[in-house]
């Protein structure tokens, strides 16, 4: 069964420090992976997806298949970064195709 | 171009009672989602249109919920009777076509969050 884990439902750190926030997966196939970003009183949208290995507004995410990870990461906080991020999942086929689940959702505050 | 519009923005029902919501998707946009947002909890798919007819309603509770799109744009999502953990956000989103892998991004509307005392 397709499943997105965020264990972390709460992050934060200051401004200018790393930021990694986890997100692991199970998906018997190959799947698309994606990060979901919503600031405060808008609407969530998409960050990136793996498969376009872009940075967005400095974060990237890189797909690790042997972990079943899809971490996201930015080298130097910022306080407008301060959001709540969502993981999610796409199946490649049949009724999975273009169906997104997500994860819990990781609040991140990010201290000035 | 405009985005997902969703009405009401926000309703509070007793249980037992009826709601319904609208959405019109992005122009264009043949699939159509559906999501229901528990708070603490991430958007969970409830019903997905392919432009009018349902592509996938596996996680609908049948018995209480219902969807149409009858002309292949806007969609009107309903519950009947509602119960107290119906009480979430919906969430309407569009996208172009599911079938084409560079297309998958799915456009979310602002949401109604129900409240069902």
């Known amino acids: 069964a397709q499943r997105v884990t965020q264990p972390e439902k709460l992050l934060s750190v200051f401004k200018g420090a790393p930021v990694e926030l986890k997100c692991n997966y199970s998906?018997?196939?190959?799947?698309?992976l994606f990060w979901y970003v919503q600031y405060s009183r808008q609407r969530l949208q998409l960050l990136l997806r793996h498969i376009s290995r872009e940075s967005i507004k400095g974060f990237t995410a890189d797909l690790n298949k042997g972990e079943t990870s899809f971490h996201l990461k930015k080298p130097f906080a910022q306080e407008e970064d301060s959001a709540m991020y969502y993981c999610?999942?796409?199946?490649?086929?049949?009724?999975?195709?273009?169906?997104?689940?997500f994860g819990r959702g990781t609040q991140l505050t990010v201290w000035p | 171009e405009a985005g997902v519009a969703q009405s009401p923005r926000y309703k509070i029902i007793e249980k037992r009672q009826s709601v319904a919501f609208w959405c019109n998707p992005i122009s264009g946009h043949a699939t159509l989602y559906w999501y229901q947002q528990i708070l603490g909890q991430g958007p969970k798919l409830l019903i997905q249109f392919q432009n009018n007819g349902v592509v996938d309603d596996s996680q609908l509770p049948k018995d209480r919920f219902s969807a149409e799109r009858l002309k292949g744009v806007d969609s009107t999502l309903k519950i009947q009777p509602a119960k107290l953990e119906d009480s979430a956000v919906y969430l309407c989103?569009?996208?172009?076509?599911?079938?084409?892998?560079?297309?998958?991004?799915?456009?979310f509307g602002p949401g109604t969050r129900l409240t069902v005392t």
């Open positions: 989103a569009s996208s172009l076509k599911p079938s084409d892998r560079d297309r998958y991004e799915q456009y």
């Open positions: 999610a999942l796409s199946g490649s086929r049949g009724s999975t195709l273009g169906r997104l689940y």
């Open positions: 998906y018997s196939g190959s799947p698309e």
